[in-house]
């Protein structure tokens, strides 16, 4: 297994541009990140200083989430709320471009909640036009718009494995465009109430990106109830070969401690 840390988690109370530092010097040389600034479109001042923290840390930024909103005030993503169109595009070319500076391939669209005075039918026909934009600026650098199912957001519609997989499903059949995937984030599946050995074993082929953290709590591999090492080990015989990123929160003490620091390195 290639293991990442989410900096935006375990590193959130340092400053920005010390936390991919912060990742190499606990062993990690893959890091992934929420939007890291605080509006859609980020000067470029504000970039090339994010870029150059990444480059100059030695690591490899694998997966950058585009702009979710005003995520402490309850938004979850932008991708199916009217009236947000012209952020959605601005997103899009901002993470995007981020990302093509970066090398990243990996880019996860948090769906949105559902909002008052708009019909399902209706925010679910506008995600997918907002995916398949994504999905081809994506696919033009190589890369990979997720979809992920959450826990803890009782408005967004997204919560289990099946969920994503038919939008990704739908913008395919209905657009043509095939440049997404499904996050498999185990805790956030775990939370909802599912059988992981089951979404594993059906869906485990179809993941593009997989997360990690225990239940409950959200804390490190082994602090909870969740057979982690199993489950990545199932993944892994059952052909998983992407990364598997860690996004749980640091406790107390040593929140690596259960990794050994050879297995950080993903070369």
Not at 196 to 201: E, F, K, N, S, W
Not at 206 to 213: D, P, T, W
């Amino acid at each position: 297994m290639r293991f990442a840390v989410n900096t935006s988690l375990l590193f959130g109370d340092l400053p920005l541009e010390r936390r991919p530092q912060a990742a190499r010097d606990a062993g990690f040389t893959a890091v992934e990140s929420w939007w890291p600034f605080s509006s859609v479109a980020p000067a470029d001042r504000e970039v090339e200083a994010f870029a150059r923290s990444v480059e100059d840390a030695g690591v490899r930024l694998v997966a950058l989430n585009f702009p979710a909103g005003a995520m402490a005030d309850g938004e979850r993503g932008l991708v199916s709320l009217p009236g947000r169109e012209a952020e959605w595009r601005d997103a899009v070319a901002a993470t995007v471009g981020v990302g093509e500076r970066l090398g990243v391939r990996l880019f996860n669209a948090l769906y949105g909640n559902r909002a008052d005075g708009a019909t399902p039918a209706a925010q679910d026909a506008l995600a997918v036009e907002h995916l398949a934009l994504a999905g081809r600026a994506a696919a033009r650098i190589g890369g990979t718009v997720l979809l992920e199912p959450l826990s803890a957001a009782p408005r967004y519609p997204l919560r289990r494995a099946e969920d994503a997989l038919a939008v990704v499903d739908r913008v395919a059949d209905e657009t043509g465009v095939g440049a997404l995937g499904l996050l498999l984030d185990l805790h956030h599946l775990a939370v909802n109430g599912e059988d992981l050995d089951r979404v594993v074993a059906v869906h485990g082929p179809r993941a593009a990106h997989v997360q990690v953290a225990d239940v409950p709590g959200r804390g490190a591999p082994g602090t909870g109830q969740l057979d982690l090492p199993r489950h990545l080990r199932d993944l892994e015989d059952g052909g998983y070969s992407g990364w598997v990123a860690l996004e749980h929160l640091p406790g107390d003490g040593d929140p690596f401690a259960w990794l050994p620091r050879e297995a950080r390195d993903a070369g």
